[in-house]
């Protein structure tokens, strides 16, 4: 058998992380929040009503996700600031 | 199913007939009498066809209380079967667009995919619901669904030892959910026999197949016809894929639907779950499942993109219906005691 991880999360373009494996979802106290099935797709666009977990709001808002690749080389200009 | 469903034309009357007197010396007949029935063009719409279909498939699942279990690999009834899905299969063939080419890698056929849903044509009832739908007509909702839902996931579930490795882990992954993960309780077909007592509708499968009529059986027997061949094993992962594709966004205004007719939870709860559990299995399917299967059989592209096109027409040809009837006032149920002509 390969050598795999214990937890993987997939960037699924233009939509949710999908987050399989073991894991634990902790809130802001540190409570364990129920994930209620083994993998699981947490928003990333910003819209879903039923955050941290995925609706499918990123196809009506048509989230584009970042390259994850640009992620990598981070450039300061990429990340204005409101003026002061 | 307790009980068998009342034929709705002579070629359901003869099976029917037969089932009921157990009488297999007669059944060499009824291939023959297919033949002598009129074409039909539209198989789609065609109450005897499509309740035969039904009544042939259901004898793989859990047949009929009165009908003994070998009539599921009698060769005359598998031959009969094969005619009516030969007919079935040349019309949907004549009803899809063209079937994308694309590269055999996941991310091209996930890309596809969405690319099909997006330009499906068909009426939303989602919408009708969320917005419109009186409880009369969510109750003839629930019972159209009913056709599937109380069965809800098995007829994909014919594809998992015809596939393997990264296809085969996806839909075992999805098919898992579907079952509640080890809780009964949490079943999807559960928690729509739950919704449906909330109604004060029977949940047990198959209770209202007299008032189902054949586009809603049409669009369960596509799943059949797919999941009980291997040679279709590209279009059940493909059909699956369409459904987990347009599940997430209509379970929410089907929610908000019952919401608004001040239903709460447990009627509300599979809508929820679905929302929830299909934004994750539509990214499963359409890129572990669908993408995965044909990255490792790009020979079956095409047959994937058949599953995919077939279920949006299906589904798409019976929401057009079921909106269109209930705006002209009408019931989307068969007659209760008439047997249609």
Not at chain 2, 3 to 9: C, E
Not at chain 2, 15 to 41: F, G
Not at chain 2, 207 to 224: F, H, K, T
Not at chain 2, 233 to 247: D, F, N, P, V
Request: aromatic share 8%; charged share 25%.
């Amino acid at each position: 058998m390969s050598a795999t991880p214990g937890t993987s999360i997939t960037l699924c373009p233009h939509g949710p992380l999908l987050v399989r494996g073991d894991f634990e979802l902790l809130d802001a106290m540190g409570l364990t929040v129920d994930p209620r099935r083994g993998t699981v797709a947490l928003c990333r666009c910003g819209g879903s009503l039923i955050k941290p977990f995925c609706d499918g709001t990123h196809k009506l808002l048509e989230f584009q996700a970042p390259d994850p690749t640009a992620a990598r080389a981070p450039n300061i200009d990429d990340h204005p600031r409101s003026p002061t | 199913m307790r009980t068998l469903p009342r034929p709705r034309g002579p070629l359901s009357s003869a099976l029917l007939n037969l089932l009921e007197r157990d009488d297999p010396s007669r059944a060499p007949e009824l291939a023959d009498r297919m033949e002598q029935s009129p074409v039909d063009p539209d198989i789609f719409f065609d109450e005897d066809l499509q309740l035969c279909l039904f009544v042939l498939y259901e004898l793989h699942y859990s047949g009929f209380d009165s009908v003994a279990d070998r009539w599921e690999w009698n060769t005359d009834l598998l031959q009969l079967r094969s005619r009516i899905e030969e007919r079935f299969e040349t019309r949907i063939m004549q009803s899809i667009p063209a079937i994308p080419r694309v590269e055999a890698n996941a991310q091209s056929v996930a890309e596809a995919l969405s690319a099909m849903v997006e330009a499906a044509p068909g009426r939303s009832v989602a919408d009708f619901v969320a917005r419109r739908a009186t409880i009369d007509q969510v109750r003839e909702f629930l019972v159209h669904k009913s056709i599937y839902q109380l069965k809800e996931a098995d007829p994909h579930t014919w594809a998992i030892p015809r596939l393997g490795g990264r296809a085969k882990s996806a839909l075992v992954e999805i098919q898992g959910d579907e079952y509640g993960n080890g809780l009964p309780g949490r079943m999807h077909s559960q928690l729509f026999a739950r919704t449906m007592a909330g109604l004060d509708l029977d949940g047990e499968f198959g209770a209202y197949i007299d008032r189902i009529p054949a586009i809603v059986l049409a669009s369960v027997n596509l799943m059949s016809l797919f999941g009980l061949q291997r040679r279709h094993r590209g279009a059940i992962c493909g059909h699956l894929a369409i459904y987990e594709m347009t599940s997430s966004l209509p379970n929410a205004k089907y929610a908000r639907g019952f919401r608004r007719l001040g239903f709460g939870a447990p009627v509300t709860d599979y809508f929820d779950e679905h929302v929830e559990a299909d934004a994750v299995h539509e990214q499963i399917a359409a890129r572990d499942l669908a993408g995965g299967l044909v990255e490792a059989e790009p020979q079956v592209a095409g047959n994937v993109f058949l599953g995919a096109a077939a279920a949006l027409l299906l589904d798409g040809l019976a929401g057009t219906w079921q909106v269109d009837t209930w705006e002209s006032g009408a019931t989307t149920l068969l007659p209760a005691a008439e047997v249609p002509a």
